[in-house]
């Protein structure tokens, strides 16, 4: 059997995005000004890279598939 999810998580993206931007910064060797001058452009990158499955930054469409015991993240538009 195949079937849909659409969850919606409004902080968890974002979060996640910061988190993920702030771990590479800290481990990047940079100092804290050139880190700081960093931290945008990153997350707005990675923002929009995700655009393809995250819509409004917040909704995320994942279909699972019971009999192949696979889960497959949709594209937006799918």
Partial sequence: MKFRIT?????GVG???SDAVNCSLEISGLDEDEQELLRDPRREKI???????IEYGEYLTVEFDTEF??????PVGN
């Avoid at 969850?7 to 902080?11: A, E, H, N, V």
């Avoid at 923002?47 to 499955?53: C, G």
């Fill in 15 to 17: 979060d996640s995005i």
């Fill in 47 to 53: 923002e929009n890279e995700l655009k393809v499955w």
């Fill in 69 to 74: 015991g696979t889960a497959t993240v949709i």
């Fill in 7 to 11: 969850f919606k998580d409004p902080d």
